[in-house]
């Protein structure tokens, strides 16, 4: 989303007319957060998910349930994406904390919904583990997320974490079971429309195919992609 800065403070006088009144400020965030995110001001982002934060807790007690809880959970759960972007990981993993913890403590969410919902909180802290190389811990979160998105259905939310759980493998050279999840994100992500998604996991395969040499892989993602062994090759030539 491309915003002048014209229309970016008037956005923002909204947001704080919206916040005086102790009313929803979601449309009016997330348009401000989008534009901040399409520029990559992630200082700026998390500036403006701090005060939003900070202004919703100040909202009469019984209104931060529902719907307004729902949409601070979303601002904490965006400023812990901010401080990822901002290498700041211990930050980061006590932002997804306290928004699982807004999240759990909500009392207007019936307990399937909020379980379905608690899926990308912990797809986030296994994300913050990972890069903290907490693998253990990584690999925890990322299975209680998938354990979720399993029970739910969701195929794409199985195939980025699968991918994710690849790759904490890849770093402690398991490589069976960096194989076995890359493959299988493979053959979930091809079933939409996500050729970016396709080429990251492909980058993956590929960059385990370098150190292994295992040519299973090959006919594997032929398999999936259901093209010659020779045209899977190039494809992970390609990536690799």
């Given at each position: 989303?491309?915003?002048?800065?014209?229309?970016?403070?008037?956005?923002?006088?909204?947001?704080?007319?919206?916040?005086?009144?102790?009313?929803?400020?979601?449309?009016f965030?997330?348009?401000?957060?989008g534009?901040l995110?399409?520029?990559?001001?992630?200082?700026?982002?998390?500036?403006?998910?701090?005060?939003?934060?900070?202004?919703?807790?100040?909202?009469?007690?019984?209104?931060?349930?529902?719907?307004?809880?729902?949409?601070?959970?979303?601002?904490?759960?965006?400023?812990?994406?901010?401080?990822i972007?901002l290498?700041?990981?211990?930050?980061?993993?006590a932002?997804?904390?306290?928004?699982?913890?807004?999240?759990?403590?909500?009392?207007?969410?019936?307990?399937?919904?909020?379980?379905q919902?608690?899926?990308?909180?912990?797809?986030?802290?296994?994300?913050?583990?990972?890069?903290?190389?907490?693998?253990?811990?990584?690999?925890?979160?990322?299975?209680?997320?998938?354990?979720?998105?399993?029970?739910?259905?969701?195929?794409?939310?199985?195939?980025?974490?699968?991918?994710?759980?690849?790759?904490?493998?890849?770093e402690?050279?398991?490589?069976?079971?960096?194989?076995?999840?890359?493959?299988?994100?493979?053959?979930?992500?091809?079933?939409?429309?996500?050729?970016?998604?396709?080429?990251?996991?492909?980058?993956?395969?590929?960059?385990?195919?370098?150190?292994?040499?295992?040519?299973?892989?090959?006919?594997?993602?032929?398999?999936?992609?259901?093209?010659?062994?020779?045209?899977?090759?190039?494809?992970?030539?390609?990536?690799?």
């Open positions: 989303m491309r915003l002048s800065e014209i229309e970016y403070e008037n956005l923002r006088t909204a947001l704080d007319l919206a916040l005086d009144a102790n009313a929803s400020i979601q449309s965030y997330q348009s401000l957060s534009y995110d399409a520029v990559q001001d992630h200082e700026r982002a998390l500036e403006l998910g701090s005060y939003v934060s900070s202004c919703l807790e100040r909202y009469p007690a019984e209104l931060p349930t529902g719907d307004l809880g729902l949409e601070l959970i979303g601002v904490v759960f965006k400023i812990g994406n901010c401080q972007h290498n700041r990981f211990d930050e980061a993993g932002s997804y904390q306290r928004a699982l913890a807004l999240h759990n403590q909500n009392p207007n969410l019936d307990p399937g919904k909020k379980r919902l608690s899926a990308p909180i912990y797809h986030q802290l296994g994300r913050v583990a990972e890069e903290q190389r907490h693998f253990d811990e990584s690999e925890q979160y990322y299975k209680k997320d998938l354990e979720i998105c399993i029970e739910f259905n969701d195929r794409y939310g199985q195939a980025t974490t699968y991918h994710q759980l690849g790759r904490v493998a890849e402690q050279l398991r490589w069976d079971s960096a194989k076995k999840n890359f493959l299988k994100a493979l053959e979930l992500i091809v079933e939409f429309n996500d050729e970016h998604s396709v080429a990251v996991i492909l980058t993956s395969i590929a960059r385990l195919w370098g150190e292994t040499q295992d040519n299973i892989l090959i006919s594997s993602v032929a398999s999936i992609l259901s093209i010659p062994d020779d045209e899977a090759k190039k494809l992970l030539d390609k990536w690799l």
